[in-house]
């Protein structure tokens, strides 16, 4: 099947600090990529959806300016964590997809924690 | 909106079969899911059904579905300890441009 990577797999910075995570679709293109969040013992929130080459669709209450969202190639995907404070450390997760595909595949998944 | 709702918890002795239930309130879903995450882990595509079959089997696994209560289950037989995890059932729209919505995850717990 389609694989999807993260990297990095997990990160520890300082409060005040913004932090990039990279989600690949190694062996397809990847028309739309989704960035969920965990939170402790929660299931995964959508927080935005993004298709290559346009601006990234947020959900509801998700900050657009604090999690920044770039999907410049059909095969990468970054979320930029700015300025990031303790209350955003939690576990993201992208998911890759197209059109012409039945399911989604899913990146093993970042955990941040922010000190 | 959308909404997937399960149970938290089930405990069940090595051996016998658990029953993992979901109820989702979308009727457009298409593609129904069942993932599992185990401890600081991603999550692992178990299995999915398309809105037009009632059932699907897959070795251990048998996952059921009732569209008209919109009511999904997975049934894990000869519930081994490695199958100890959270389960998450998800529902889709058509195409893998759709967002997946997520129910609240169902913590399997197995007795050895």
């Known amino acids: 099947g389609a694989v999807v990577s993260q990297h990095p797999s997990w990160v520890i910075c300082k409060s005040g600090t913004s932090v990039k995570i990279e989600c690949r679709s190694l062996?397809?293109?990847?028309?739309?990529m989704f960035w969920y969040r965990q939170f402790p013992k929660k299931s995964l929130m959508l927080m935005a959806t993004?298709?290559?080459?346009?601006?990234?669709?947020?959900e509801q209450g998700v900050e657009k300016d604090k999690f920044l969202i770039n999907h410049a190639s059909l095969t990468l995907s970054t979320l930029t964590v700015t300025s990031a404070h303790p209350e955003d450390s939690s576990f993201y997760i992208c998911?890759?997809?197209?059109?012409?595909?039945?399911?989604?595949?899913f990146g093993p998944g970042t955990r941040l924690l922010v000190l | 909106g959308e909404d997937v709702e399960q149970s938290l918890f089930l405990s069940v002795r090595e051996g016998d079969s658990s029953v993992i239930n979901c109820t989702y309130t979308?009727?457009?879903?298409?593609?129904l899911y069942w993932y599992k995450q185990e401890p600081g882990a991603g999550l692992q595509l178990l299995t999915y059904?398309?809105?037009?079959?009632d059932m699907k089997q897959d070795q251990r696994l048998t996952v059921l579905l009732n569209k008209k209560d919109k009511h999904l289950s997975l049934r894990i037989a000869d519930t081994q300890t490695g199958d100890s995890a959270i389960y998450f059932c998800?529902?889709?729209?058509?195409?893998?441009?759709?967002?997946?919505?997520f129910g609240t995850g169902t913590k399997l717990q197995v007795i050895p």
């Open positions: 993004s298709n290559e080459g346009s601006k990234a669709t947020y």
């Open positions: 979308d009727s457009s879903s298409t593609y």
């Open positions: 998800a529902e889709q729209e058509s195409g893998g441009y759709q967002k997946v919505t």
């Open positions: 062996d397809f293109q990847a028309t739309t």
């Open positions: 998911s890759a997809g197209w059109a012409s595909q039945e399911t989604q595949y």
């Open positions: 059904i398309f809105s037009n079959m």
